[in-house]
T-cell receptor, first 115, second 111 residues
Framework: DAGVIQSPRHEVTEMGQEVTLRCKPI?????LFWYRQTMMRGLELLIY????????DSGMPEDRFSAKMPNASFSTLKIQPSEPRDSAVYFC?????????????FGPGTRLTVL | KQEVTQIPAALSVPEGENLVLNCSFT??????LQWFRQDPGKGLTSLLL?????REQTSGRLNASLDKSSGRSTLYIAASQPGDSATYLC??????????FGKGTKLTVNP
């Protein structure tokens, strides 16, 4: 398997623009997670899905952020409108089940810069 | 609310040295604890996963221990190599599928 795939790898945009980040999880994995990593706050969970259904979105910072998973092989994280404080690396991860022995597999991340 | 702390934030050692990275967490009711490695510009790679009922896990030159009652874990790296240079993150999982991460220890192994 190719692992978790994220696109784009880098995104530079201007404040106020809409940004869409994309993720393809590992085939057969039931869980998909979106994280944000910054120097100040470290790695934070934004939202996660089980079988395409959002389970916990308590980490989503505000209404400008939204995430969808229309099918088992694709998820998007959208920021509208974007702000400079949204600049961070956004990671997508997937796991097979919720078993205590299952780990999460991370994608390479999308580095977002909002000017 | 679970909080995970990693000390030190950065560590520089000469090649061949044995070293220990530390992780502490505030809520001992955990499901498992994991150590991840992150290389610059890359995602995270899982190194070791310790279930709550276990005390340690080993993989090659890596050994991770878990003391739930004291809220501590250590990652021991034997005979360090320059290729071990990376950021190491500790993450704990509570009752849900959510992982709470520490901010990591940036390790540099000098040839």
């Amino acid at each position: 398997d190719a692992g978790v795939i994220q696109s784009p790898r880098h995104e530079v945009t201007e404040m106020g623009q809409e940004v869409t980040l994309r993720c393809k999880p590992i085939s057969g994995h039931d869980y998909l997670f979106w994280y944000r990593q910054t120097m100040m706050r470290g790695l934070e969970l934004l939202i996660y899905f089980n079988n395409n259904v959002p389970i916990d979105d308590s980490g989503m910072p505000e209404d400008r952020f939204s995430a969808k998973m229309p099918n088992a092989s694709f998820s998007t994280l959208k920021i509208q409108p974007s702000e400079p404080r949204d600049s961070a690396v956004y990671f997508c991860a997937s796991s097979l089940t919720s078993s205590s022995t299952d780990t999460q597999y991370f994608g390479p991340g999308t580095r977002l810069t909002v000017l | 609310k679970q909080e995970v702390t990693q000390i030190p934030a950065a560590l520089s050692v000469p090649e061949g040295e044995n070293l220990v990275l530390n992780c502490s967490f505030t809520d001992s009711a955990i499901y498992n604890l994991q150590w991840f490695r992150q290389d610059p510009g890359k995602g995270l790679t899982s190194l070791l996963l310790i279930q709550s009922s276990q005390r340690e896990q080993t993989s090659g030159r890596l050994n991770a221990s878990l003391d739930k009652s004291s809220g501590r874990s250590t990652l021991y790296i034997a005979a360090s190599q320059p290729g071990d240079s990376a950021t190491y993150l500790c993450a704990v999982r509570g009752g849900s599928e959510k992982l709470v991460f520490g901010k990591g220890t940036k390790l540099t192994v000098n040839p």
